[in-house]
């Protein structure tokens, strides 16, 4: 089973600042990656997949990149309604999936 | 826009089994080439992955699970189930249905406890 490591777990941050977030995986999977992000009570909402694709309505100031086993979510200017826990997710062999530990980010 | 609607008791007693359903609105479960899945979530912790079953009942499991959990699917009515069998407290969770990773239910809450 492919492990995925979120850092750092906690990431303070100033609104209007820029955000990184990183996923390791244990082996390569490719560019089958996503992001979420969960606000308390709230379900997970997709962000990105496939590493780099917005999915429908997400802002652009979210980007992802990467691929194997690196892989960075940029928030380019943090706006109050960012701060969140965010979720690293691998399907390379889909529908089979894993996701990170989580990154909450808070702000600073 | 595609709902979803999770479904079951809020609380079960250890030993016992887990069954919640999710309802399908607004789209068809036989419309499109999707898995529909369960992921779920313990108090203040990470998501997990549990399930997953295609239209034509072809299923896939968590490896860490699949000795006590089945998914199956009912398209007459646009839902899908989910049996966790053999309960304990670990199980306490938020559950989540889910199609794809586009579309979740809200999540519904179930406590293992006597």
């Known amino acids: 089973e492919t492990v995925l490591t979120q850092s750092p777990a906690t990431l303070s941050v100033s609104p209007g600042e820029r955000a990184t977030l990183s996923c390791r995986a244990s082996q390569s999977v490719r560019t089958y990656l996503a992001w979420f992000q969960q606000k308390p009570g709230q379900a997970p909402r997709l962000l990105i997949h496939d590493t780099s694709i917005r999915a429908p309505g997400i802002a652009d100031r979210f980007s992802g990149s990467g691929s194997g086993t690196e892989f960075t979510l940029t928030i380019s200017s943090l706006q109050a309604e960012d701060f969140a826990v965010y979720y690293c997710e691998q399907y390379n062999y889909w529908p089979a999936r894993t996701f990170g530990q989580g990154t909450k980010v808070e702000i600073k | 826009q595609l709902q979803l609607q999770e479904s079951g008791p809020g609380l079960v007693k250890p030993s016992e089994t887990l069954s919640l359903t999710c309802t399908v609105s607004?789209?068809?479960?036989?419309?499109?080439?999707?898995?529909w899945g369960w992921i779920r979530q313990p108090p203040g912790k990470g998501l997990e992955y549990i399930a997953s079953?295609?239209?034509?009942?072809?299923?896939h499991y968590s490896p860490s699970l699949m000795s006590r959990v089945t998914i199956s699917i009912d398209t007459s009515k646009n839902q899908f189930s989910l049996n966790v069998y053999s309960v304990t407290a670990a199980d306490t969770a938020v559950y989540y249905c889910?199609?794809?990773?586009?579309?979740w239910g809200q999540g519904t809450l179930v406590t293992v406890s006597s």
């Open positions: 889910t199609r794809d990773n586009l579309y």
């Open positions: 607004r789209g068809s479960i036989t419309v499109g080439a999707y898995y």
């Open positions: 079953i295609y239209q034509t009942g072809n299923s």
